[in-house]
Each structure stands twice: as C-alpha cells, then as structure tokens.
C-alpha cells in the first residue's frame, strides 16, 4: 500500500493509538488538538485518558454495559499486551484480575451485580468466590470486607504513562498543538484559525469536543490521587457502594488512585467535597494503611458518551469517526482502532511489525 496522508482531530486515547499505529505502518500523519502541548494536564479540560483509572474491566462493566464491550474489551485486553510490549517505555501493564468487595451490609447488592456478570459466552471468565483466607494470601492488605470475588484475567494499565509513550515513540508524527478542529469531512479538516487543510483519510476523534458532528455528552468523573507509602496492594479493588461505584487502583512509585464519580453534569469545575470525603472514606474502609496516605491531586474530567452510553464507529470514504467511548474507553481503544483501520483498508501495526 502506498503511504497515505492522515489528518486526526484529537490527540488524546484514541488519537494517539491511532497515531502510533498508522505511523508504524508508514502513513504519513498530522495530529491537532487545542492542548499547549503534549504533557499531562489535570485541570479538567485536557484528555479524559490522562485523568482515567486505567482498569480493563470487561467483566466488572457488565454491570452496566452491554455484552458487545465486554467482548471488545477482552480482546482490547490482548492488543494492550502486545502494544505495551512494542513501546520502549514500557508502562504498566498487568492482567493479575481484580477484585470486588463487599460489607457484610451489602451482601444483597453484591448479588444483584454478580448476576448481572455471570455471562455465558465461551471461554470468558466468571466471578469466583473467595474465602477470607483466600483474599488475605491475594491482597494481604485489605481488611473489613465480609464478601470478595476474583474477577478473573481482568487487566490494568497506566493511562498517563501510555500517552505519554505513544506520543514519545510515534516517529514521524506532526503534532500541532493549541489547533482547534472546527469541522471534520470526507478527507478534510476545518481550523479555528487558518485554512483547512486536505488528508486522504480524516479521524475524528475529538471526544466531548465533537459535537455537533456526534450527539456526544459529557460525564463528569472525580477521582482522587494518593501516595500511601507500603500500602501493598497490587490489583484493581472495586467496593460495593450505596452513591459510587469505588474502586482502587495502584500505580507504581506507592500512588494509589480512588475513583469515581459518575454525574450528569458538564461541570469541569474542581471535585467536591461530599465525592472527595465518600470516596476516601469508603477506600479506607476496606484498606486501613490509607489513614497516613498523603493526597496527590484531586482530578476531574469528562467522559465523552453517547445517548445510549455505547460505543460508536461511523467511517465512510475519507472520515472516520470514533466516539462514545464513555467510562470504559481504555478498555475498548485497541479493539475498535483495529476495527476501524480494517474497515478503511488501512494497515494496522502488527501487519508490519
Ligand atoms: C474519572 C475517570 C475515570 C476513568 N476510568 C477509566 C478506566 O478505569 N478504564 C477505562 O477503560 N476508561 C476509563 N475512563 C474513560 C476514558 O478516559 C475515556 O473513555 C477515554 O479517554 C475516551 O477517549 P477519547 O480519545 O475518545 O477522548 P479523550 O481521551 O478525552 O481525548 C479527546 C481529545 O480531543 C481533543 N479535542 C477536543 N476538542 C477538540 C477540537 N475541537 N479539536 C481538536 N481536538 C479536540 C481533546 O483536547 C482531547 O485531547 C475514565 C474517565 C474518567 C473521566
């Protein structure tokens, strides 16, 4: 195939994935994105990949998505393995399964949610059971949960530390930063300020930032950053909660992340009180070397989601566009790239690697 020139709105998950894979394979690709730069940001208008968890959950979703992302998702969960393995950086990146938790209170709940992950396709894993002295061999850490289940094969993966390795080993790519993309057509992109420029192929992926193109909304989500020192635990946790959906994610360097939120709202304003004192409270409930840890960051962002909360790939001729990818867009990002670059006839990595 000849290389062709790519035009992507949107430098965060996916257009950096996408980035990385169409310049291995050659193509000659233009990035735009009204961020200063390449780096981080946490004040809740840059990418929502910076500021997510990073859990690849396929099983633990099902509590409220379809049996399309969880399948997605177990086959993202595979492509990670081979991406993280082709980037020098090596970010984090483990499929050691996660767990859930449960109060003794809860029990009725927990039920609730793991009848609704009990699925019967082939081969995918399911909900196991554990004893306490089970959980004390896994996660010696964790204390006052009456009720836990392994959530087999499920995977984790450090968000930052990937972007930041997908925007640092994508060779040859142009990144044109503080250029904000009006429009997205068939093999054209529109600019805020300068004259459109023309590609063979045009991604839009620009998240919250695409409508009117894509019905798209906002989701807010509020998670918070912390640096226990020794607190050993080394899978995703997730906690049955009456107002939140809990989770505990370790990061390397003894950082620990305590998510989130989910609210219909737009707001990108700084997380609240009530979020941040629930969130820790019920973290701390379950992990009691939390009572010294020192808090990080507090983040915020948006989720980009779609009116029926699913993902969605239009692509004809010359555009593709790629949204929707709501609370679990780095469980799903590989999978519907693979898909996308297939559908438009566009070789993906590992045609070349
Ligand atoms: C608190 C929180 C926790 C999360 N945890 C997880 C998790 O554990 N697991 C998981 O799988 N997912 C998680 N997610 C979801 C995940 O972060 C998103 O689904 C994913 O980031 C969506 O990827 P995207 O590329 O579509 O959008 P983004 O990553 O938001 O990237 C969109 C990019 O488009 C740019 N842009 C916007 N407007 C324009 C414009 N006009 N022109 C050009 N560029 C533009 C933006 O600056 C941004 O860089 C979480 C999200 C949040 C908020």
């Not at 949610?113 to 699925?119: E, H, M, S, Y």
């Not at 009456?146 to 499920?154: F, Q, S, V």
């Not at 530390?161 to 993309?181: I, K, N």
């Amino acid at each position: 195939m000849r290389p062709l020139s790519v035009g992507i709105a949107g430098a965060g998950l996916l257009g950096r994935l996408l980035a990385w894979q169409l310049a291995r394979a050659g193509h000659g690709v233009s990035v735009f994105d009204p961020a200063p730069g390449p780096a981080p940001g946490f004040d809740g208008r840059q990418a929502a990949g910076f500021t997510a968890a990073g859990m690849l959950s396929p099983l633990a979703e099902l509590d409220n998505s379809s049996a399309r992302v969880a399948a997605l998702g177990w086959r993202s969960i595979a492509r990670w393995r081979e991406i993280v393995a082709a980037l020098g950086a090596a970010p984090q990146f483990a499929e050691r399964g996660s767990l859930l938790l449960a109060h003794r209170s809860d029990l009725g709940a927990a039920r609730r949610v793991l009848d609704r992950l009990a699925t019967h396709a082939p081969g995918t894993p399911q909900a196991e059971a554990l004893s306490a002295a089970d959980l004390a061999r896994l996660e010696p850490g964790l204390q006052g949960a009456a009720h836990a289940w392994l959530l087999p094969r499920e995977g984790q993966i450090d968000a930052v530390a990937t972007l930041q390795a997908l925007h640092a080993e994508a060779a040859g790519v142009r990144w044109h930063w503080q250029r904000t993309v009006l429009s997205a057509s068939a093999g054209e992109l529109a600019f805020a300020q300068g004259p459109p420029r023309r590609f063979d192929w045009v991604f839009d992926v620009r998240g919250t930032g695409a409508r009117p193109a894509m019905p798209v909304r906002g989701v807010r989500g509020e998670i918070v950053w912390l640096h226990a020192t020794g607190h050993g635990l080394t899978r995703p946790v997730r906690l049955l909660h009456s107002r939140h959906r809990v989770y505990l994610v370790p990061r390397p360097g003894d950082v620990l992340l305590v998510g989130a939120s989910e609210i219909e709202s737009e707001d990108r304003s700084p997380v609240s009180l009530k979020s941040a004192v629930e969130l820790m409270t019920a973290a701390h409930s379950v992990l009691p070397a939390l009572a010294e840890a020192r808090i990080l960051r507090l983040d915020v962002n948006l989720r980009p989601a779609l009116p029926d909360n699913e993902p969605c790939t239009e692509a004809s001729e010359g555009l593709v566009r790629i949204n929707g990818l709501f609370r679990h867009g780095w469980l799903l990002a590989p999978a519907l790239v693979d898909d996308a670059l297939r559908a438009c006839r566009l070789r993906a990595f590992e045609d070349v690697s």
